[in-house]
């Protein structure tokens, strides 16, 4: 039987980490207010504000303006932070950092794209077929003719 401190968070869609409850299900929904990413990426709001305005991590923005961060942002807030601290490195260079991998991301995506279009074609590729070593000799193939 679950704690009550379980319990509680369960009723309010939140896991014992802190993240919610649905997270794992959906790493893009946009449910976190300003405040509470801060929190779980472990910095001030007003360091979030600025990275949005730098481009560093671009939360959706709801109608009224407000920002709204998934799970995904506070990750890469949290590595924005590691690099920052941990590694030294600028606010230019994290964010070069940043489109580089989302670049990478993009080209890994499009490789298993383009392999699994492969492997299909290649399903469908007729098996009685045998490959010939060519040389540099021309053949020229000529139908038998017919016996009428």
């Known amino acids: 039987m679950a704690d009550d401190a379980s319990t509680s968070r369960a009723a309010r869609g939140v896991r014992a980490d802190g ?6 299900a959906d790493p893009d929904a946009r449910i976190f207010v300003i405040s509470v990413a801060a929190e779980l990426a472990g910095m ?13 991590v671009t939360p959706h923005r709801t109608t009224g ?3 709204r961060y998934s ?32 670049q990478v991301e993009a080209l ?20 009685d077929l ?3 070593q060519r040389s540099n000799a021309l053949v020229v193939w ?7």
């Open 44 to 56: 001030h709001a007003q360091t979030l504000r600025t990275y949005d305005r730098l481009g560093l």
């Open 142 to 148: 000529q139908p038998r003719s017919r016996k009428q």
């Open 130 to 132: 045998v490959p010939v």
């Open 71 to 102: 799970p995904r942002d506070v990750a890469l807030l949290r590595e924005v932070q590691r690099l920052s601290q941990d590694e030294g490195v600028n606010l230019a260079g994290i964010k070069r950092i940043i489109e580089l991998t989302n």
């Open 65 to 67: 303006g407000g920002r």
């Open 19 to 24: 993240g919610p409850a649905d997270a794992a």
């Open 108 to 127: 890994q995506s499009r490789i298993s794209e383009m392999a699994a279009e492969l492997a299909q074609l290649h399903a469908g590729m007729r098996r």
